[in-house]
């Protein structure tokens, strides 16, 4: 049975081990983050629609001994394939590239996006990640995000494919600069 | 005028150690200085807002960013500027190239030309034009402008300034 991005943030949260650096998409992707695991080592993006997975490739390449995790939508990916072709390209093997597909933009009332046709892990295969498979269940996220975290074999890309529905959650209450500040702090004090 | 190898080695010394744009013109000769460079990277992103994404993540990691493009990519840049780097106080140089100086270039280049500094400093980007000497103090102003307010700062490179 197929997961609200509610469970598969959930999901993705119980199978992390908990050092990792975490990107979120903007919109309800970073709310629904900030509302199930807050953390310093989460960066919620709250504008730039497109570019999670830029800023991860620029952490991830920097920092190539620490996992890096995105948080991505299909919305937000199609709004920059050119990214899925950098880091296939350089290749950090370091990144973790989550996508939950809803195929739609959810976040602005259900617009639909182009994901029902265009096969987004075949996409990020074709460009170069290591590996690229799809998920739709809770037990295959849980399975598929362990799996990622233990190989070498990256950058990997998971593609989620989730239903329509939302919770209430809360915007996050952090400031930005906040975000970003405590961000670093905790790579800084060896928390990371 | 400053050699691009001189301006280069500038560019090192006041600390940038990560690189990344989309090429013009008028900047080539430092964008293939940058990214035959053994010691730093230079990312040839697809957008110039990518550009930014890239170096946003490269600042969070630590580094000390730089973004070349031209002008005409400001354009794809201004959400990102407003709703990421100037957001999030994120410390970057953009070092933009101006075509359209003077209304003198191709068609496509005369509306943004008339338009670049305008647009950066009303959504709140320091902006310093490359003089033809002393660019040495045009850089160390701009890591001033970037260590002290924790903002994006942009140097506009005109035609001829680096050769």
């Known amino acids: 049975m ?18 990792e ?24 993006m709250l504008g730039s629609m497109g570019l999670a997975s830029s800023i991860a490739f620029g952490l ?6 620490k996992k890096v995790v995105v948080i991505d939508g299909d919305g937000n990916i199609l709004m920059n394939l050119g990214s899925l072709a950098i880091i296939g390209h350089f290749a950090p093997e370091n990144l973790i ?14 617009q639909p996006t182009v994901s029902n046709t265009v096969r987004l892990e075949k996409v990020a295969h074709a460009a170069g990640y290591r590996t690229a498979k799809k998920v739709s269940t809770s037990e295959d996220l849980h399975v598929a995000v362990k799996e990622v975290l233990n190989t070498t074999e990256g950058p990997s890309f998971v593609l989620v494919k989730i239903e329509k529905g939302e919770k209430e959650v809360p915007r996050v209450s952090h400031e930005p600069t906040h975000i970003k500040s405590r961000f670093k702090e905790a790579m800084g004090n060896g928390e990371i | 005028m400053v050699k691009t190898k001189d301006f280069c080695t500038m560019l090192k010394e006041q600390g940038f150690d990560f690189f990344t744009g989309v090429p013009c013109s008028i900047l080539k000769a430092v964008i293939n200085n940058l990214s035959e460079a053994p010691d730093v990277p230079y990312i040839p992103a697809t957008r110039e807002d990518e550009a930014i994404g890239i170096a946003t993540g490269a600042y969070l990691a630590g ?3 730089a973004v070349l493009m031209q002008n005409s990519g400001l354009g794809n840049s201004i959400g990102t500027l407003a709703s990421l780097v100037l957001l999030y106080e994120i410390p970057l140089l953009l070092l ?68």
């Open chain 2, 96 to 163: 933009i190239s101006w075509r359209g100086y003077q209304g003198k270039d191709a068609p496509e280049h005369l509306i943004m030309g008339k338009s670049t500094v305008k647009l950066l400093e009303d959504i709140g980007v320091p902006t310093q034009i490359l003089p033809k000497e002393k660019a040495e103090e045009t850089i160390s102003d701009a890591v001033k402008i970037m260590e002290e307010r924790s903002l994006p700062t942009a140097i506009i490179v005109r035609r001829g300034v680096i050769e």
């Open chain 1, 2 to 19: 197929k997961m609200k991005r509610y469970e598969a943030i959930e999901a993705i949260t119980e199978s992390l081990k908990g050092d």
């Open chain 1, 97 to 110: 590239h989550i996508v939950l597909d809803n195929e739609m933009h959810a976040s602005t009332g259900g």
């Open chain 2, 63 to 65: 580094k000390k960013p």
């Open chain 1, 60 to 65: 991830a390449f920097s920092l190539p001994n």
């Open chain 1, 21 to 44: 650096l975490v990107i979120s998409a903007n919109g309800l992707i970073s709310r629904e983050l900030f509302t199930i695991k807050d953390s310093p080592r989460n960066f919620y």
